[in-house]
């Protein structure tokens, strides 16, 4: 069955950096789009990146130039690379199939940008 499962998350100080993966199972990933969005309690969900099959990406705006998604369709993982955290990037980061509409996502991984 199709599987995505998170991990890297953590606390880190504001202007930190952290790098989250996500293992892909079930699937072909080469075949779909894959993106990452996140939750933060009380708010909406919100997406935050995605990468084509072609390898084409898109960010929101809250996260240009800070985030930076990968992918490594031998392995099978997903990347989000992310630097210069704020306070407000505080939420359980997703990992899932598509690009902004989702069939699948993974369990989440804690992220928390604090001193």
């Known amino acids: 069955q199709v599987q995505l499962v998170e991990s890297g998350g953590g606390l880190v100080q504001p202007g930190g950096s952290l790098r989250l993966a996500c293992v892909a199972s079930?699937?072909?990933?080469?075949?779909?789009?894959v993106g990452w969005f996140r939750q933060a309690p009380g708010k909406e969900r919100e997406g935050i990146t995605c990468?084509?099959?072609?390898?084409?990406?898109f960010y929101a705006d809250s996260v240009r130039g800070r985030f930076t998604i990968s992918r490594d369709n031998a392995k099978n993982m997903v990347y989000l690379q992310m630097n210069s955290l704020k306070p407000e990037d505080t939420a359980v980061y997703y990992c899932a199939r598509g690009c902004y509409h989702y069939d699948y996502w993974g369990q989440g991984t804690q992220v928390t940008v604090s001193s």
């Open positions: 079930g699937f072909t990933l080469d075949d779909y789009a």
């Open positions: 990468i084509g099959k072609s390898d084409s990406t």
